[in-house]
């Protein structure tokens, strides 16, 4: 089992930047491949970001590519999104996922555990 917590979130005005962090627990970190996803009401889940268990091979939605950078740090059990450039559209609530191999995924099925989410707001 995996337990996931994000922190960071916030409201921020477009052209503004935060930093999500997910601090995990209960298993080894490194054996693990994450994602960030994100959602908005009344939409479905949708991937924004993923990173190997070593933190290789990160890839990254065409919406936020350029903009974001996917991080992890394997000694402090601490996955990061570090968000540049934000957009109101930008604007959902940010999931962290867990998947139990080490390599990275695009979809929400592929992911065992996730965090409870934290909201983010871009005003314009």
């Known amino acids: 089992q995996v337990q996931l917590v994000e922190s960071g979130g916030g409201l921020v005005q477009a052209g503004g930047s935060l930093t999500l962090s997910c601090a995990a627990s209960?298993?080894?970190?490194?054996?693990?491949?994450m994602g960030w996803f994100r959602q908005v009401p009344g939409k479905q889940r949708s991937f924004v970001a993923t990173?190997?268990?070593?933190?290789?091979?990160?890839f990254y939605a065409g919406s936020v590519k350029g903009r974001f950078t996917i991080a992890r740090d394997n000694t402090k059990n601490t996955l990061y999104l570090y968000m540049n450039d934000l957009k109101p559209e930008d604007t959902a609530v940010y999931y962290c996922?867990?998947?139990?191999?080490?390599?990275?995924?695009?979809?929400?099925?592929?992911?065992?555990?996730w965090g409870q989410g934290i909201q983010v707001t871009v005003s314009s």
């Open positions: 996922a867990a998947r139990s191999v080490p390599t990275i995924g695009v979809r929400t099925d592929l992911y065992d555990y």
């Open positions: 990173i190997s268990n070593l933190g290789a091979t990160p």
């Open positions: 209960g298993r080894t970190f490194s054996n693990y491949a």
